[in-house]
């Protein structure tokens, strides 16, 4: 997609309880700033299923997403796909298609990388597998679907499966910042389509509109059976400069922003330069404080990460939860949300003391030297 072509209008979309929405904030940052394409978010706020509750979009809010696309003169809807939104994306895509909605639907994220040939549902047009940003670009230069990487399409009514390829991975210190603002992006909340203004933020971020999701790094160092994760290559980073460069453009636009939720599946993983110098910037620079995922075994006595985990002396938070210190600006304390829960078992919570672990009577030593890709051990 070049600067010429103002006629593209995508919408990235996803389904879920709040409107944390990571994924499709990067990526719009990739197709806005990158490939020029007009990119607005559509979150839409859904309780998670539970048994007798399945998540499901009524035809009032159908309506309502199908009379904003048409609205908007939208041509693309993306949509980024956890397993629990698969089948209201299914349903949605149905009857999207069914209200004569005609633009190009394509799904990415976790579920199209698990299950590819199922995300391409009827009615949609694309799958794609792996990192996001190049099959979009791709798709947009008007590239044959034979030649993209992680591409999911039809030929001759028979489903393909492209590969996944290094070519999907691109380098984070060219990527531009992710979406993050108000009131150009939009909300489907209580059945009603309204803009993602700075008090949606507030009442439906789960931190009282003060945190910022940040990821500086993509993939991980293991390869458990059960994950799920997207990007399955070695583990790829960005310069401790571009994450500075990010944090503090949010600090600037954002004086809201009271702390920094960082989302790396292995922050800690790679060599601890990498580590002191984010730690040393982000103490003098930033100051705010965070939330970190951290992975025991990363930790070798005197490491930084030790130091961290056992004692976070280099960012102003007293332990891993992100709950302010008596005394921090904060005067609220933001209730617990899924960001203070492991996001898989490998992963340590706050739950758990730190200080025990640093007691522990065997320290792994690290398998990796970062940033270095290594591989999955
Ligand atoms: C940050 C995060 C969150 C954040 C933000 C969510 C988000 N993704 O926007 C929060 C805290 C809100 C969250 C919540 C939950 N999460 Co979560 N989360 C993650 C985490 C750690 C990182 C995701 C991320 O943003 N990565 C950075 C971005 C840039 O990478 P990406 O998501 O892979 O996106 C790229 C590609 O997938 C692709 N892509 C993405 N969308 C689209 C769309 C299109 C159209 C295209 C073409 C491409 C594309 O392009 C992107 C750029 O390359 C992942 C683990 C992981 N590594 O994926 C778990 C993960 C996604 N979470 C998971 C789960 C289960 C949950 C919860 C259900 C947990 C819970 N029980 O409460 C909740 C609820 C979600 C909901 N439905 O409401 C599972 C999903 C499993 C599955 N099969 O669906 C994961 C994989 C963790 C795991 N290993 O189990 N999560
Ligand atoms: S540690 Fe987490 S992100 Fe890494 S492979 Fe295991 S489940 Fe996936």
Same mark, same amino acid.
């Given at each position: ?27 719009? !940052?990739?197709?806005? &700033? ?13 309780? +998670?299923?539970?048994?007798? =509750? ?18 908007? !003169?939208?041509?693309? +809807?993306?949509? /980024? ?21 005609? !633009?190009?639907?394509?799904? &990415? ?9 199922? %995300? ?25 679907? $034979?030649?993209?990487? &992680? ?9 393909? $499966? ?13 990527? *531009?910042?992710?979406?993050?603002? /108000? ?5 489907? +909340? ?12 507030? /009442?439906?971020?789960?931190? =009282? ?5 940040? #990821? ?6 293991? =390869?458990? $059976? ?20 990010? #944090? ?6 954002? *004086? ?33 404080? @965070? ?6 075994? @990363? ?28 005394? =921090?600006?904060?005067?609220?304390? *933001?209730?617990? %949300? ?22 522990? $009577?065997?320290? *792994? ?13």
């Amino acid at each position: 997609m070049s600067p010429e072509s103002p006629s593209r209008h995508l919408v990235l979309a996803t389904i879920q309880e709040d409107v944390r929405v990571l994924s499709i904030r990067v990526l719009g !940052g990739y197709t806005e &700033g990158a490939l020029g394409v007009r990119t607005i978010l559509l979150c839409i706020v859904k309780p +998670l299923p539970t048994e007798g =509750n399945p998540l499901a979009l009524n035809p009032r809010e159908v309506r309502q997403i199908h009379g904003f696309l048409e609205r908007e !003169g939208v041509t693309h +809807l993306g949509f /980024y796909l956890m397993t629990a939104g698969f089948k209201p994306f299914r349903q949605l895509v149905k009857d999207l298609r069914a209200l004569g909605w005609r !633009g190009v639907i394509l799904a &990415g994220g976790v579920h199209a990388t698990l299950l590819p040939e199922e %995300s391409l549902v009827e009615g949609a047009d694309f799958a794609v597998q792996g990192p996001g940003e190049i099959p979009p670009k791709k798709l947009f230069e008007g590239a044959d679907p $034979a030649t993209i990487p &992680g591409l999911v399409w039809r030929k001759d009514g028979a489903v393909v $499966a492209n590969p996944v390829s290094p070519e999907q991975r691109i380098d984070l210190d060219t990527a *531009p910042f992710p979406l993050f603002r /108000y009131d150009r992006d939009r909300v489907l +909340l209580g059945g009603k389509l309204k803009p993602l203004s700075r008090r949606v933020h507030f /009442y439906h971020d789960g931190w =009282n509109g003060e945190s910022y999701d940040l #990821i500086t790094s993509r993939g991980c160092l293991y =390869n458990c $059976a059960y994950c799920c994760r997207v990007d399955k290559g070695p583990i790829r980073r960005m310069s401790v400069d571009r994450a500075m460069r990010e #944090i503090l453009e949010v600090r600037k636009n954002h *004086p809201e922003i009271r702390q920094i939720n960082i989302q790396d599946d292995v922050f800690f993983a790679g060599s601890d330069e990498w580590v002191e110098e984010f730690c040393r910037r982000y103490k003098s620079e930033v100051g705010l404080r @965070f939330i970190v995922r951290v992975i025991p075994r @990363f930790g070798t006595p005197g490491s930084t990460t030790s130091r961290w985990a056992c004692r976070a002396p280099t960012a102003s938070t007293s332990r891993f939860t992100g709950v302010p210190r008596p005394g =921090n600006r904060s005067s609220r304390r *933001p209730r617990r %949300s899924s960001a203070t829960r492991s996001t898989s078992p490998s992963t340590s919570s706050s739950t758990i003391p730190m200080r025990r672990r640093r007691t522990s $009577a065997t320290w *792994p030593r690290r398998s990796t030297n970062f940033p270095a890709a290594t591989g999955t051990p």
